[in-house]
């Protein structure tokens, strides 16, 4: 007999391949249309019976991270227990029935960088989910962890879908992308520094009620006229290309509307992009709120060409070679 002691799960970071964020909404979201894609850089969650709940954080950025209640996979857990599981239809939730401690730790071992605008925070919420529900035996479908990441927080579903799809709404409404199973390349240079997400909404808001004039004398680039339309449009350009499978019109196509924001906030980012364009990426851009820079290469070689000629350019603090897109967030097998 094997004993189950813990659950571990792989997750994955995203890239936003299209980011269009309209005005803010009554409740302080923006409405978005956005492409997300799931790349290779992973962290791995392990939840373990405990006596209460706790979360213990190693690896990149790990003194980053919150450790008490507002750590988003501590949330996930929470979100989770109020949901009936497997043979607990009497409004009991789960994971407080049945013998053995009535806590959960995870243990995040972090890849991801913390508040880089991989959504690495959303990521472990996701694997949480995934990996209570088993330990649990909790029962849920996709679509039922589905609802409970959204719940969460706007980029926690994607990080249990994975692959390439399109999010609405907050970025919680995704359907996934049709698109032939084209493997791309991309360099990250990740920054030296860190971006606050409301912070960089809040600088975009900014920006667009300055005004064109105000924002000339800036030097701003400012991706469309303000304030953004009610509903953001999906990219039919980038979708297309998507569909062709041709990286470099993908290259072409990635727009992100915080980057103007996250530029303002992060003035030595335009160095770093500027570097990559010019080292041959076929595009690049703000990952979401930023500050982490993406390239996309033509090729597995040619991202081993960038990513040297990138950490030589001293324009980053490190790179990484990451492909996509992967799935969301897996169990991984225990070691027999
Ligand atoms: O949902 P999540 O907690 O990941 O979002 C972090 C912050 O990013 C929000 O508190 C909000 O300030 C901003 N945000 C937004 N509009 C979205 C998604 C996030 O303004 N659609």
């Known amino acids: 007999m094997t004993i189950v002691t813990g659950v571990t799960v792989r997750v994955p970071a995203k890239l936003n391949l299209q980011l269009a964020v309209g005005p803010p909404r009554a409740d302080g979201y923006h409405h978005l249309v956005t492409v997300f894609h799931a790349v290779s850089l992973f962290d ?7 006596e209460r709940d706790g979360v213990t954080v190693t690896g990149e950025g790990a003194d980053r991270v ?12 929470a979100a989770l227990r109020g949901v009936p599981g497997k043979g607990q239809g009497t409004g009991q939730g789960m994971g407080r029935a049945g013998p053995g401690p009535a806590g959960v730790h995870i243990t995040i071992a972090k890849r991801i960088p913390v508040a880089a605008g991989l959504a690495g925070g959303s990521a472990d919420a996701a694997a949480a989910l995934v990996a209570c529900n088993d330990l649990w035996d909790g029962g849920l479908s996709q679509p039922q962890l589905l609802e409970v990441a959204a719940r969460v927080g ?22 996934p992308a049709l698109a032939p199973a084209t493997r791309y390349h991309w360099v990250l240079a990740f920054a030296d520094g860190h971006l606050s997400t409301p912070e960089v909404y809040a600088a975009l808001d900014r920006l667009r009620t300055a005004g064109p004039a ?47 924001a996250a530029l303002s906030m992060f003035p030595a980012l335009r160095k770093t992009l500027a570097a990559g ?41 490190s790179v990484a070679r990451v492909t996509g897109p992967v799935p969301g967030a897996v169990i991984v097998p225990p070691v027999k």
């Open 277 to 317: 364009l010019e080292l041959g990426a076929l595009g690049a851009l703000v990952a979401g709120s930023g500050p982490t820079c993406v390239f996309l290469a033509a090729s597995a070689e040619r991202a081993l060409d960038l990513a040297v000629s990138m950490s030589g350019a001293g324009v980053c603090r």
């Open 214 to 260: 105000n924002r000339a004398g800036r030097g701003e680039r400012v991706p469309r006229d303000q304030p953004g339309p009610a509903e953001p449009g999906l990219d039919t350009g980038l979708m297309s290309a998507l569909r062709s499978g041709d990286a470099g019109l993908v290259g072409r196509a990635l727009s992100n509307d915080l980057q103007p």
């Open 44 to 50: 791995e969650v392990t939840a373990e019976p405990a």
């Open 66 to 77: 919150p450790v008490g209640q507002d750590n988003l996979a501590l949330r996930a857990v």
């Open 154 to 175: 706007s980029d926690v579903a994607f990080a249990l879908l994975g692959g390439t799809a399109v999010g609405r709404g907050r970025g919680e409404r995704l359907t």
